[in-house]
């Protein structure tokens, strides 16, 4: 006796799109709002994920953004205590100007050192050869 | 009645072809996650220490104690070397980069890169 066996096309469909739905949300909430700044050349890059990333803008004048708003260390250190409150294991993206003085490098790695926040990325782009 | 037949008759039919549509949007699926496991950002990771943490304990003469000055010149032990030269001192355990406040980001960037390039993954840095 042969058996039939039917594959329900239409539920296929509502579960894919609804799938794709889910993932362009996902890739539309993942956006960081960017600052402009010229990050220093290096030679070998490695590439780190974005998995728990924050990110840290400097501008070459020493301004600090984060979130996409310009801040001071100390709303700064504010921030970064609301992020670790909901997540231990934030990763800090520092963003900075290849022409930033090191003084203001320098404050933000004691803010990290504060803040416990063990795990740091300089971000920078490959040297065009 | 013969009217409403002949309306039934000419009204047109739409094909609409589920199995093709839910093969592209299968494929569209694929498309953005795949695409989503690619975001990365470039760069150099680093693991700053714990605050009151205990100091690790590295002997002197492996360590390499480093200056930048405010032009992002580099010296060791008072002679201007360059960035190069470190490959010379990929036996050592340890870094120690005194950086002046006003040296420009860069040249720390390109100093620590030459230092991992030759495994000295254990740098630190002081304000001067």
Known sequence: MRRNITIPIVTMADIAFLLLIFLLLIGITEQTKEIPVKLPEIREISKIGLKKAQHIFVTKEGNLFFGGKKMDLAELELELEKKTAINKEVVIFIHSDEETEYQYIAKIIELLKRQYLKNCVFVCQKQKT | ?128
């Open chain 2, 1 to 128: 009645m013969m009217k409403r037949l002949k309306k039934l008759r000419n009204r047109k039919t739409i094909n609409f072809s589920l199995p093709s549509m839910s093969d592209i949007s299968f494929l569209l699926i694929i498309f953005f996650i795949i695409n989503i496991s690619f975001i990365y950002k470039q760069g150099i990771k680093l693991t700053v220490p714990k605050k009151g943490a205990p100091p690790i304990v590295v002997p002197l003469k492996e360590i390499i104690i480093l200056t930048l000055d405010k032009s992002g010149n580099l010296f060791l032990e008072g002679k201007k070397i360059k960035i190069e030269d470190l490959r010379l001192y990929s036996a050592k355990k340890a870094a120690v980069i005194k950086i002046n406040k006003f040296c420009k980001y860069r040249n720390l960037v390109s100093v620590i890169e030459e230092l991992k390039k030759n495994k000295i993954d254990r740098i630190s840095l002081k304000q001067i």
